[in-house]
């Protein structure tokens, strides 16, 4: 049995990332590299050697072809696989329409070269 797709917007997989994560008195808690799971306009799904908790602020910094996107989230959900293995899901908060129309450069790109692999 399928489950029905229920996201507003197509994810793209696989992106590289910095990260820092922010407590709510606004201190750096952890920073480091992290993997994209998935990405949308809406949020990202992020694998972690640690956990943020639930509606702490992360700041990701995306590379995309030459450009660099910062961008801040919330974390939504995070969930252990094994030892020093980590999903988060991050919601993005306040994108401006320079980020949006970066980050939507980016989901096309990745479309297309899905599509190519596909292929």
Do not use: W
């Amino acid at each position: 049995m399928t489950n029905p797709e229920k996201r507003k917007h197509t994810r793209v997989e696989s992106l590289n990332l910095s990260y820092i994560s922010i407590d709510h008195a606004g201190n750096v808690v952890n920073e480091g590299m992290g993997r994209t799971l998935n990405v949308s306009e809406a949020g990202i799904l992020l694998e972690s050697n640690f956990c943020a908790l639930p509606d702490q602020t992360i700041s990701l910094t995306l590379a995309i072809e030459e450009d660099l996107l910062d961008i801040k989230g919330k974390v939504i959900r995070c969930k252990e696989l094994e030892e020093d293995l980590y999903h988060m899901g991050v919601e993005f908060l306040d994108l401006d329409a320079a980020a949006r129309r970066t980050l939507s450069k980016f989901i096309a790109m990745f479309n297309e070269a899905q599509k190519t692999e596909i292929s």
